[in-house]
């Protein structure tokens, strides 16, 4: 790739990487095959991003292994043999890892490196890029590949530097193993990391509390070892399986109904959904194709599984305090989960209504609520992430006239399809909000921007041009399309992390982009097929 013209100031490096993750070392690999130098900066100590962290008992991804992988390269698909059919976090971790060494990616990678800092030099048209330890280097682009679940939301619970005991989270688990064996345990959580760790530690602890305050809907995994014929037929036709999962909402290959939930029986009805939970897994909230748009439709789906919860937990008490009942399923990012209903059942565990009697405080001994105190020899905070957004915003970001990320998101997030913001001139954002991230398979999600990003390198390259920003209008348009989208669905209504809900005075809008995978891929191919449609390119001079 034949360098553009440069500013007169020379960058130390063609792009800066943030972040060693699946979108991290893909974007390594694309810029490196584009005959541009590159540096990335990691926070911890290797790669893996969101699965070098997230080291929890019972971590594991909610996606088909087979389908969690990279599809980039045909060999890499070919040699990699998976164990189960939802990988747990050991083996995603190992598999990046290979990756990493496969396509020699570490020696571009600086570890152990926060980025405290990315101001734009205009004059120069080139990023200055600062680490906390107080390193800068320039690059003409700046990549976010920072993650969307990567900046945990820390424990905010008053005391908390008076106990006594041991407190973990889960998206920053030690990297030794931690034994829970004769321990009075808390969990405080009940979202994804919540439902897979509990389980785990209630095997272990002598006495397990689970402080929920909000019930969620979860489908059993019904996991298991995936067997050599299932892979080895998957990739005999990798390619073409994959097409058509790029070509679906999810960018997975779930069995998406074509009929809605009232075209059909009640019986018809009751065998889709006893034949989906017995595959278990996300592809449940696929029944129906109405389920996430027509309430009645939804509380069909969600009375199922409210009347599975109440089967699985003996005590129709706690049954009733786990059943989820204020939003519509899905809405919140579904949970699959491994006996985690059942563990209620356990004598060793007891459920503790965060929303009945709220905890006031962490005491040296343990937690207080409205209701009473509970002691306890550690604390396992399963309290989420500031997600899609927060890995941005707590970087100091700053694009022309100095103004910041943190500053134009002030309201909520705007971007052009989630790659790049007006004002920050060759700033991507990988799986930034606006984009479907989240809501899709999201190593397919990565995979689609990191692509695009590199198809639009390559276009300035071949036209001479030196930056490339979002156009204010198109950005409007589209953060007002995302918008209009994410209210003709049950999305909207519910007080989710999707909305951002969970960080206290965070705008509430939705940040992924709801539209679909196959659908929001179409759109990014058509503007770049009309000369980058909505983006402004200049030359220099």
């Known amino acids: 790739m034949s360098e553009p013209a440069s500013a007169a100031i020379k960058a130390d490096y063609d792009a800066v990487v943030v972040g060693a993750g699946f979108a991290g070392l893909y974007m390594i690999h694309k810029l490196r095959s584009l005959g541009l130098s590159v540096l990335a900066f990691e926070a911890g100590s290797g790669v893996g991003g969101t699965w070098f962290w997230n080291r929890y008992p019972g971590a594991r991804c909610d ?21 189960e059919r939802y990988p747990a ?11 990493a060494d496969r396509f020699d990616l570490r020696r571009d990678i600086r570890f152990n490196t926060r980025v405290a800092s990315a101001h734009y030099n205009e004059p120069a048209n080139l ?36 106990f006594a005991g041991t407190w973990y989270h889960t998206g920053h688990w030690p990297h030794e193993p931690v034994d829970f064996t004769g321990q009075t345990v808390a969990v405080i959580g009940t979202g994804s990391s919540g439902i897979q760790v509990t389980p785990m530690v209630a095997q ?21 070892p995936l067997p050599d014929h299932v892979q080895d037929a998957w990739k005999r036709d990798a390619a ?9 909402k999810s960018g997975a290959l779930y069995e998406y109904g074509q009929r809605g939930a009232f075209e059909v029986s009640e019986e018809e009805r009751q065998r889709e959904f006893d034949a989906r939970w017995a595959r278990g897994g996300a592809n449940f909230t696929h029944a129906f194709n109405d389920l996430f748009k027509d309430r009645a439709a939804n509380d069909l789906a969600a009375d199922y599984v409210r009347g599975k919860i109440r089967e699985i937990v003996k005590d129709p008490a706690i049954a009733a305090k786990l059943t989820p009942t204020d939003h519509a399923i899905g809405t919140k990012r579904i949970c699959v989960d491994t006996d985690y209903y059942a563990t209620f059942n356990r004598e060793n565990v007891t459920l503790v209504d965060a929303r009945e009697t709220p905890i006031t405080r962490i005491t ?6 409205s209701g009473g105190h509970y002691a306890v020899d550690s604390i396992v905070f399963a309290t989420g992430y500031d997600a899609v957004t927060g890995a941005l915003t707590r970087i100091d970001i700053r694009g022309r006239g100095g103004v910041s990320l943190a500053e134009k998101w002030q309201d909520g997030p705007k971007t052009y399809l989630g790659l790049m913001v007006a004002g920050f001139p060759n700033l991507f954002t990988i799986t930034g909000p606006g984009s479907p991230s989240i809501l899709t398979n999201v190593v397919m999600a990565i995979e689609q921007h990191v692509e695009w990003v590199g198809d639009c ?16 209008k198109a950005e409007e348009d589209w953060v007002n399309h995302v918008r209009e989208v994410a209210e003709a669905t049950l999305h909207v209504q519910a ?29 990014c191919n058509d503007i770049a097929a009309d000369g980058y449609r909505g983006f402004a390119m200049a030359r220099a001079g």
């Open 457 to 472: 390198l390559t276009y300035m390259a071949r036209n001479a041009a030196t930056t490339i920003e979002a156009e204010p």
């Open 364 to 369: 040296q001994a343990g937690i207080e609520t």
């Open 240 to 248: 073409q399986l994959r097409a058509k999962a790029k070509a679906t």
């Open 495 to 523: 007080n989710s992390w999707y909305m951002g809900a969970n960080i206290p005075g965070k705008p509430r809008v939705m940040l992924p982009y709801v539209g679909g995978l196959g659908v929001y891929t179409g759109i």
């Open 204 to 224: 272990q602890a002598k006495r397990l509390f689970v402080f929920q305050r909000t019930p969620n809907f979860s489908i059993p995994a019904w996991n298991h």
């Open 63 to 83: 996606v088909y292994s087979l389908e969690y992988s990279y599809s980039f390269d045909e060999a890499l698909q070919r040699e990699w043999v998976w164990t």
């Open 89 to 99: 976090q050991a083996e995603i971790l190992r598999y990046i890892e290979h990756v």
């Open 127 to 162: 990023w200055r890029v600062e680490t906390e330890a107080g390193e800068a280097v320039t690059a003409r682009f700046c990549i976010m590949a920072s993650g969307a679940l990567s900046a945990p939301r820390k424990p905010d619970f008053a005391g908390l530097d008076d």
